[in-house]
């Protein structure tokens, strides 16, 4: 079975700093990896996703993550934030062989001017 | 071209009674997948369709959910009858052919049981 941690639960900062948040998985086979984001009384939207190839894989809105196998790891980052930007992130694992997605318990990024 | 639309948006009822949740996804979208939130926890999975058939119902809380996919296009969730611990925001997503596309979320429907 497949599981997701997001590491932080909220993260607050002033706009046009970096951010990074932290995702990572466990899984006993190759899974793909992918970023959503929910603005306020809106569904969630796919940001990125990875399924092979380039461990950098870039988003929308200016948005980029890195897989690391090694560390199991998925981590989202920007390298200046906006407000717009002001949201909740979900990092989400599929097996390669299966259709059910699991979603983590979501990191609420806070913009501050 | 239309997304997962859902309704309705949000819905208070008392505990005991029926409720029914409908999801229409995009057009031509074979899966569907039904999800759930509460409280602020992890988006659960509930079940997946493909196209009329039910393919993994396997997050399913108990008998007191029933999702059906009518001809392979709408879907319906109802809880019946509906308790304390239904309360969340229920998704409804759907892709095309396979999930490596990403799904398209529609906006929730927020229900509150009291």
């Known amino acids: 079975a497949q599981s997701v941690t997001q590491l932080d639960s909220q993260v607050p900062v002033f706009e046009e700093a970096p951010v990074e948040l932290r995702c990572n998985y466990s899984?006993?086979?190759?899974?793909?990896l992918f970023w959503y984001v929910q603005y306020p009384n809106q569904g969630l939207q796919l940001l990125l996703k990875?399924?092979?190839?380039?461990?950098l894989v870039k988003g929308i809105n200016g948005f980029e993550a890195e897989f690391n196998k090694s560390q199991t790891s998925f981590h989202l980052r920007k390298p200046s934030v906006h407000i717009s930007d002001t949201a909740e992130y979900f990092c989400a694992v599929l097996n390669t062989g299966g259709f059910k997605t699991i979603f983590g318990a979501g990191t609420r990024l806070f913009v501050k001017a | 071209e239309a997304g997962v639309t859902q309704f309705p948006s949000h819905s208070v009822i008392e505990k005991g009674q029926t409720v029914t949740l409908r999801c229409d996804p995009i057009?031509?979208?074979?899966?569907l997948y039904w999800y759930r939130r509460v409280m602020g926890k992890e988006i659960k999975f509930l079940l997946h369709?493909?196209?009329?058939?039910?393919?993994?119902e396997s997050g399913m809380p108990n008998n007191r959910f029933l999702a059906e996919r009518t001809g392979g296009t709408y879907s319906t969730l109802k809880v019946q009858p509906a308790e304390l611990e239904d309360s969340g925001v229920y998704f409804c997503?759907?892709?095309?052919?396979?999930?490596?596309?990403?799904?398209?979320f529609g906006s929730g429907t927020r229900l509150t049981v009291v």
């Open positions: 899984s006993s086979v190759s899974v793909y």
């Open positions: 369709f493909v196209k009329e058939s039910k393919q993994d």
């Open positions: 997503a759907s892709s095309p052919s396979g999930s490596l596309y990403g799904y398209t």
């Open positions: 990875y399924l092979s190839g380039s461990t």
């Open positions: 057009s031509g979208h074979d899966n």
